[in-house]
């Protein structure tokens, strides 16, 4: 396999990682920075940030869109990482290093989105099923 085939493959893979990270943290932007600025008494801040990011309430109101696409964007992640977790890395020390710590930092990323992804979704949909109202 010579180093042009192998090319695209790691420029897609990267692009799909951050993308999924893009994505993942959207949902983080779109439901948990309110409620954590509610929570913490700066309405006042949140109000002068949706009046200056008006893109914020765009992905507010759209928040179901969001978080579908973020969820393809992992599910399609997990499945690259999944399906490339035991691809052969070239014999040259140098070229393995790179390709060891690629995945390694692909994975992190990865585990990095569904977190964030986690913690958008909580309070997008279930903290307002738990709060006392």
Known sequence: MTSSTVTPKIQ?????TFLTLFSSTGTL??????ALLVSLGMG????????????LIWVSENKGFVFIFAGVMLALNGVLLWRNRNAPCPLDPELRNACISGR?????????????F??????????PILSPS
């Open 29 to 34: 932007i779109c439901c948990a920075l309110p």
């Open 44 to 55: 006042a801040v949140l109000a002068g940030l949706a009046g200056n990011v008006p893109g």
């Open 118 to 127: 986690l913690v958008g979704f909580f309070f997008a949909f279930l903290a």
């Open 104 to 116: 390694r930092f692909s994975a992190r990323v990865y585990g990095l989105s569904v977190v964030i």
């Open 12 to 16: 897609t893979n990267k692009f799909v």
